[in-house]
């Protein structure tokens, strides 16, 4: 079965600060990922997804991931943080067994100090 | 605009009492999904259908049930032997004709609570 690892509960950046959010995946057949925002109390937002056309995904508000083969990896990055991306992000793999739907990630808490 | 709509948004529900959770969605999508959000625990899915008249249980179905009825509508009942259910609640869909690469679009939630 497929499955993603989010390391880090809880990641704190200043503003201006690179923010860095990793994503483990592990699957026996080429994966589908994607990764989501939640702002509290709201439904998920789609960042970006991978799926196999370019190893360098960009997303919506600045936001991009690197597709590692070798370190079966999945990290979303973005340049400089702002007040506005404080939320919950998520990992996750489309499910290879048929129902097409999301395995995800126990999820990062990105909070952005002044 | 086109999106998924669940309701409402805050539920109280008494001990032993069943409650329904409502999913709309005008996408005219195929697949439809529940997923229960624990913190800590990411998303877990309950029950998914691909088409209508057609439901299967996900990881976690013990004390839901379901219907889809109409392509449209997909509701969730907690039923009384759910031992937990203080949760929150998102419904999801995903356009079938586009494989295991389509994105899946969520509702707004349902905050469940236990009084």
């Known amino acids: 079965a497929q499955s993603v690892t989010q390391l880090g509960s809880h990641v704190s950046v200043s503003e201006g600060a690179l923010v860095l959010l990793r994503c483990n995946y592990s699957s026996s057949v080429p994966p589908y990922l994607f990764w989501y925002v939640q702002y509290p109390n709201q439904g998920l937002q789609l960042l970006l997804k991978y799926t196999s056309a370019a190893t360098l995904v960009k997303g919506i508000n600045g936001f991009e991931a690197e597709f590692k083969k070798s370190e079966t990896s999945f990290h979303l990055t973005k340049p400089s943080a702002h007040m506005s991306d404080a939320a919950e992000y998520f990992c996750?793999?489309?499910?290879?067994?048929?129902?097409?739907?999301?395995?995800f990630g126990s999820g990062t808490r990105l909070q952005v100090q002044p | 605009d086109g999106g998924i709509t669940q309701s409402p948004k805050y539920l109280f529900r008494k001990e032993g009492q069943n409650v329904t959770l409502s999913c709309e969605q005008n996408l005219n999508h195929d697949a439809m999904y529940w997923y229960r959000q624990d913190p800590g625990q990411g998303l877990r899915l309950i029950y998914y259908?691909?088409?209508?008249?057609?439901?299967q249980k996900g990881d976690i179905a013990e004390g839901y049930s379901v219907s889809r009825e109409k392509k449209e509508s997909f509701p969730l009942t907690v039923t009384s032997a759910q031992k937990n259910p203080t949760a929150f609640y998102l419904c999801a869909s995903i356009r079938s004709r586009q494989g295991a690469s389509a994105e899946a679009f969520f509702g707004q939630g349902t905050r469940l609570t236990v009084v």
């Open positions: 259908s691909q088409i209508v008249n057609d439901f």
């Open positions: 996750a793999v489309s499910d290879d067994t048929g129902r097409r739907a999301l395995t």
